[in-house]
T-cell receptor, first 115, second 116 residues
């Protein structure tokens, strides 16, 4: 089955700096890659996603890049703010061709934005 | 504002007791997922349903866990008998069939279970 590795496990940045979280996946059939943000005591919330036919996607201060050849994808947050502090999860899914949209999650990155 | 709801939000029980967790998916969503989150294992998929039929429950311990969808607005996850190692946060998520324009899974707030 799919295996997703995520690094780093913790990340501390100064407010205004950029943060980058990286994930690798094992199954070349995976074609959907969402990123979720989880705040304390809440469920994960989708912040951005990318499909395998796209190399990069941007939404305001958040961007995701995908390298299918290397089987890795990254989350980039620019101009970080204290409210960006949370745990971020990457995930991969084989989608329709795999018979469903089962997500395999990475182990999470605890991002702390310091004032 | 459509969202997934879960009840109860918190549950403390004693080992051996039955636990039932409920989930109401977003209206119109035909796929429902159950996840378990622990510090050690992270987010694990336990089971998921499409159009109320179970598609995959390979992540679920069959001897004590069961998942059902009595109707399109209710999904249940039961543990009987519960054990201390079942202590975790259980999330329900809902979404649409891939290829319909959205693969996003929307998570509920979770049920925090503690088995003593």
């Amino acid at each position: 089955g799919e295996n997703v590795e995520q690094h780093p496990s913790t990340l501390s940045v100064q407010e205004g700096d950029s943060a980058v979280i990286k994930c690798t996946y094992s199954d070349s059939a995976s074609n959907y890659f969402p990123w979720y943000k989880q705040e304390l005591g809440k469920g994960p919330q989708l912040i951005i996603d990318i499909r395998s036919n796209v190399g990069e996607k941007k939404d305001q201060r958040i961007a995701v890049t995908l390298n299918k050849t290397a089987k890795h994808f990254s989350l980039h947050i620019t101009e970080t703010q204290p409210e960006d502090s949370a745990v971020y999860f990457c995930a991969a899914s084989i989608g329709v061709t795999g018979g469903g949209n089962k997500l395999t999650f990475g182990t999470g990155t605890q991002l702390k934005v310091e004032l | 504002d459509a969202r997934v709801t879960q009840t109860p939000r918190h549950k403390v029980t004693e080992m051996g007791q039955e636990v039932t967790m409920r989930c109401q998916p977003i209206l119109g969503h035909n796929t429902v997922f159950w996840y378990r989150q622990t510090m050690m294992q992270g987010l694990e998929l336990l089971a998921y349903f499409r159009n109320r039929a179970p598609l995959d429950d390979s992540g679920m311990p069959k001897d004590r866990f069961s998942a059902e969808m009595p109707d399109a607005t209710l999904a249940t996850l039961k543990i009987q008998p519960s054990e201390p190692r079942d202590s975790a946060v259980y999330f329900c998520a809902s979404g649409l069939t891939p290829g319909t324009g959205s693969e996003t899974q929307y998570f509920g707030p979770g049920t925090r279970l503690l088995v003593l």
